[in-house]
């Protein structure tokens, strides 16, 4: 409880215009990983914290230690021996787009607060996972799109094509079209979802994560609303709708519409969203 409330007080004072600023994550990279070298390995990585730094805030996360592991993609509950968060990644070779998606997607995992609801106890994990899909897609997406003109070196400036072919391949997955009526079709999957929150392969995560990512791309600094997941207090109430509730109350009213946009096309309230 006493984390809690020092993690509560330090997103109460955490501005709206502190995207402006680098947040405090340094990367460590440990591991071979196959035949790209740590130091480029680390420059991909940086190159996801710049990206996404407009879109977190001014969180801080301390030290991550990044290593090459066939358990990953994943953040590991355990902190290392000097209380660093521990990222695993499954990638072998140079293959940044793979790398930068992976790496993304387990930093919002961290910036949800992912250890506060641990081994699916909130039963909502399947959200967390559907939007650290749809953050991972929309970071990489803008990733591309910088190293046009700024990659972390001039010669990669020709593989930023790759980065968005690795983006528009997985949104053009069929599974992964927004569902038709989508109040119906979480009905339908509820369950299954809560039990299991990689469900199918997670193809159903990566189904709704196409309609997060129609909603926050339409207001993108809303992004930083991740910062305020999992930080309700446990009651015994493990409905969906109490976990909105939670996310709802604990973020400043600023950064509050993708939680009510969320709400409203779960209630049927609003047309389905285009297809990003």
């Not at 690795?166 to 069929?174: E, F, S």
Request: glycine share 4%.
């Amino acid at each position: 409880m006493k984390f809690l409330r020092h993690l509560l007080l330090a997103l109460v004072l955490l501005p709206v215009w502190a995207w402006a600023f680098s947040p405090a994550l340094q990367i460590r990279v440990e591991s071979e990983w196959g035949n790209a070298s740590p130091v480029d390995v680390k420059a991909v990585l940086d190159s996801v914290v710049l990206t996404m730094t407009p879109y977190i805030g001014l969180r801080s996360l301390g030290d991550i230690v990044v290593r090459n592991d066939r358990k990953g993609p994943i953040s590991l509950y355990e902190r290392g021996s000097n209380d660093e968060y521990v990222i695993l990644l499954d990638v072998h070779g140079r293959y940044w787009a793979q790398l930068a998606y992976q790496f993304s997607h387990e930093v919002c995992h961290l910036l949800s607060n992912y250890d506060l609801a641990p081994n699916n106890s909130s039963r909502q994990q399947w959200f967390e996972e559907s939007l650290c899909e749809a953050f991972s897609l929309y970071t990489l997406e803008q990733m591309a799109r910088d190293w046009e003109t700024d990659p972390p070196y001039p010669e990669w400036r020709d593989y930023a094509p790759e980065l968005q072919k690795y983006v528009d391949h997985m949104l053009n997955q069929r599974h992964r079209n927004l569902a038709t009526n989508l109040p119906e079709w979480y009905r339908e999957h509820r369950s299954i979802l809560e039990d299991n929150p990689y469900a199918q392969d997670r193809r159903l995560n990566e189904k709704f994560a196409s309609h997060l990512l129609a909603i926050f791309q339409q207001q993108p600094l809303n992004w930083q609303a991740i910062n305020y997941l999992n930080l309700g207090a446990e009651n015994g109430d493990h409905s969906f709708q109490k976990y909105l509730d939670d996310w709802y109350t604990h973020t400043p009213q600023e950064l509050r519409f993708p939680i009510e946009a969320i709400s409203q096309v779960l209630d049927g309230r609003v047309a389905t969203l285009r297809q990003p």
